[in-house]
C-alpha cells in the first residue's frame, strides 16, 4: 500500500492526516490500510507494525489474532 503511494507521489515529502501525528497514532493507521489491503489475499494476515520514532523507541500494533 505504501509503496504505490509514494510511486504515486515521487515529490511528496511531507503527509497530512486527520489526526494528531504520534508514532502511535501514525502505526496504527499504517496497520488499519494495510490489513485492509491483505485481507483480499486470504492467505496472508497482517500481524503488526512497528514504526521507529529513534533508535529507542517505538509504537507498535499488534493483530488481536
Known sequence: VMTDFFKQNPDLKHVSVPFDSTAENIA??????IKHELE???SVHLHSVQLWETSFNW???ESDK
Do not use: E, P, R, T
Open 28 to 33: 496504527q493507521w499504517l496497520f488499519s490500510n
Open 40 to 42: 483480499k489475499i486470504k
Open 59 to 61: 509504537a507498535l500494533v
